[in-house]
């Protein structure tokens, strides 16, 4: 309640660390009226909210802040909106790297596709077959899975009662998932096609039947795309998703 937004992107940021902020390892380092920051997880970057307009002694405050966190807590990196982001690049001393952009997508009105195959549920997929699609999608946003972590990944992925696999003839050939709800806004992520079937629509279908299932509920459909893979960003525009805004990110090295 303390916060007021200029715009869409900023809601359905301060809802994604609303959504952090339940898990049991999220800190929040400030008082709630100037700035939020959440960590989801030891090893992971931090999400981060701001008002518009905030001081630049607060962003010290921050990045003094952070400074401290990546040393005791093992803080991969920072993502937000491109000045908050610049701005904390600038004042670390660490050693970094840029991430992908992101561009924030809603959608409200998803149009349907048909294409060969059919949505499974994820419980009844093959959670090595998963595994190695999530290697494939971690891989393409330069955040590879290590291999022996590749199995725990595919059974994470189908233990989650919302997410789905598109396949044909009992081959999963793309997988999505809804990662999270808040404040109205479900999140999609994981969205992932086996690069020997791309380019055939089968994703589109996917994900347009996943965003016409949350919008019946009365709920908006919100993902992030890596902004500079143009496959992607077009797939989502086809099945309805509008861009709301766009978020840059660090990570520490």
Same mark, same amino acid.
């Given at each position: ?12 940021? !301060? ?7 339940? &898990?049991? %390892? ?5 008082? @709630?009226?100037? /700035? ?76 349907? !596709? ?7 549920? &994820?419980? %009844? ?5 998963? @595994?190695?699609? /999530? ?85 908006? &459909? ?32």
């Amino acid at each position: 309640q303390a916060f007021a937004f200029a715009n869409e992107a900023d809601a359905l940021t !301060f809802q994604k660390a609303q959504h952090l902020l339940t &898990a049991s %390892d999220a800190l929040l380092l400030s008082d @709630g009226k100037d /700035l939020l920051f959440v960590r989801a997880g030891l090893g992971f970057p931090a999400w981060i909210y701001s008002k518009r307009g905030i001081s630049d002694e607060t962003l010290s405050e921050l990045a003094a802040s952070l400074c401290v966190l990546k040393e005791t807590k093992n803080l991969a990196g920072v993502i937000g909106f491109a000045r908050l982001v610049r701005y904390l690049e600038l004042c670390m001393p660490f050693p970094s790297v840029r991430r992908l952009p992101l561009t924030s997508y809603l959608c409200t009105e998803p149009k349907c !596709f048909l294409s060969e195959g059919e949505r499974v549920p &994820a419980k %009844d997929l093959d959670p090595a077959v998963c @595994g190695n699609l /999530l290697v494939q999608l971690g891989e393409q946003a330069h955040e590879p899975i290590p291999e022996g972590e590749r199995l725990a990944a595919g059974e994470h992925f189908c233990a989650n009662p919302q997410a789905f696999g598109w396949c044909i003839n009992g081959t999963t050939v793309a997988v999505a998932a809804i990662s999270d709800h808040a404040m109205g806004v479900a999140h999609i992520g994981s969205v992932v096609t086996d690069a020997r079937y791309r380019g055939r629509g089968y994703a589109k279908a996917l994900v347009s039947e996943i965003c016409a299932d949350i919008c019946k509920t009365g709920e908006r &459909a919100h993902l992030y795309a890596d902004t500079s893979y143009q496959s992607s960003n077009a797939l989502y525009r086809a099945v309805g998703f509008v861009e709301t805004g766009r978020l840059i990110g660090i990570d520490f090295i």
